[in-house]
């Protein structure tokens, strides 16, 4: 997702303090929160502006459209999740459920 500059502080915040916490009660094992590096390091480096990765672990067995069934049921939930555009103005959001590969 994109944050605008002056959303971002706040965001991280949030993040850490409530939507973190609240929202992993709902089965998710970790909620992490990473800023993507603007700044070429090497090459090929895919540079992305105010762009962050939130990356959620759960169970290997767990059912993932269960989770976001439960936040969507859930009056608190749904209020947190839709800050993410509605508060801080988050854009360009894309989802991707990644499984292991080895």
Known sequence: MTLPVEKQVGFVKWFKEIAGPNL???G????ELYKVEGEEIV???TKETDRFIERVYFEDNFDIPSYFAGVKANLKARRLSRMYEEEFRAKDIELRVLVEAI
């Open 24 to 26: 992993g009660k709902f």
């Open 28 to 31: 998710a094992v970790k909620h």
């Open 43 to 45: 090459g090929r480096q």
